[in-house]
């Protein structure tokens, strides 16, 4: 990560590595303590790696464990961890920042259609994760590390499924964030805020939620633009020497179905549907896959090798045409794929930066 941003010219400064939902989970299967082992081995690599910004989750039950944990067990676990991380930092430990706190969507988005809604974190939930942790840290001789415990994870009430998106509803939240009154130096973090809308993206900055998640909503855009050129590239040459992109796509995620088969139900159109379109983006774990790379890259250098009609632009890709004609953007393939995924980090740095210009 640290070479990209060399490369690209971002100083290394304004790059943070962060570990989501480190803890047990991934070895649930076992006794709790061989988990734990695990789980310290864990944290303890990704702060030699370099990782600043660590979320501790503790929250999954393991093989010898009573469903669901206390929020004690789950604090004390975080704390654990927490001590490892201090000690693998030794004298880095300061710039070293933490996140506590489970209560979150599932990752990538949920696996089920979403009905009635979603309720936001109870605040009587959030203080009792607050004051669980507190304690733990103390009983840990960790009182000095509190101070840099920068976000409470808590659900505002945003989530997406294959086909439908929760916005933020700030009226709904208004108890919550009143927890954070006593917690000057904390911020809420929320999980899948991927398709929030920009006000609702501007709404829940300005309601403490301060570190923003968004995943599959980066690589939908990305999806979007090279079907995009797919399409512009039909136009432009004859059958025989497209790179066929979506359709070698749907082949191999049809051929290697271990990634999308257990998520998109309904029948065979339903599950075509979700495939190439879906919020999910299932999709985002077959782009490594080396037959669809070739036709990637074929289809790049298809079109790095003519010139793209501006109406035919136009008609595809709207915005980053209109970039185009104002002298923003080059009429070259990547160039405008990476520029759609910006469109999405746009909203964001809006967002979070609603008096200033543009900076994407």
């Known amino acids: 990560m640290h070479e990209i941003a060399q490369q690209h010219g971002l100083p290394l400064d304004r790059v943070v590595l962060g570990g989501d939902h480190l803890g047990p989970n991934t070895w649930r299967a076992r006794p709790a303590e061989e988990a734990m082992v695990e789980a310290e081995a864990l944290v303890a690599a990704y702060v030699e790696a370099g990782f600043t910004k660590i979320h501790m989750d503790c929250s999954f039950s393991c093989a010898d464990d009573p469903t669901p944990l206390t929020d004690d067990i789950v604090a004390e676990r975080a704390a654990r961890l927490i001590e490892v991380a201090e000690r693998t ?18 990752p990538g988005g949920a696996a089920h259609e979403i009905e009635g809604g979603l309720a936001p974190t109870t605040p009587s939930a959030a203080r009792a994760t607050v004051e669980r942790h507190r304690q733990a840290f103390a009983e840990h001789g960790l009182q000095e590390v509190w101070s840099r415990v920068l976000a409470l994870v808590v659900q505002p009430g945003v989530e997406f499924d294959h086909l439908q998106v929760v916005d933020y509803l700030r009226d709904q939240t208004q108890e919550l964030r009143t927890v954070l009154d006593a917690e000057p130096d904390m911020v809420f973090e929320a999980h899948s805020t991927d398709y929030q809308t920009i006000e609702a993206l501007t709404a829940l900055v300005e309601d403490h939620w301060a570190v923003l998640k968004v995943g599959p909503g980066l690589t939908f855009a990305l999806r979007e633009a090279l079907f995009a050129l797919a399409a512009i590239e039909d136009e432009l040459l004859p059958e025989a020497d497209r790179s066929r992109l979506p359709e070698v796509v749907e082949q191999r995620m049809l051929a290697e179905p271990g990634r999308w088969e257990g998520y998109y139900g309904g029948d065979a159109d339903e599950q075509r549907i979700a495939r190439r379109y879906s919020y999910s983006d299932r999709m985002r774990y077959y782009w490594p896959d080396p037959e669809i790379d070739k036709a990637h890259r074929k289809l790049l250098d298809n079109l790095t090798a003519r010139d793209i009609p ?17 002298g923003e953007l080059a009429v070259e393939p990547r160039a405008l794929a990476i520029d759609r995924v910006r469109d999405v980090l746009r909203a964001y740095d809006r967002a979070s930066h609603p008096q200033q210009g543009e900076n994407l």
Do not use: C, F, M, N
Request: charged share 25%; aromatic share 6%; glycine share 8%.
């Open 89 to 106: 930092a030794g004298e880095k430990a300061a710039g070293i920042r933490y996140v506590i706190g489970t209560e979150v969507p599932v």
């Open 310 to 326: 501006l109406p035919l632009l136009s008609a595809h890709l709207p915005d980053q045409y209109t970039r185009v004609r104002r």
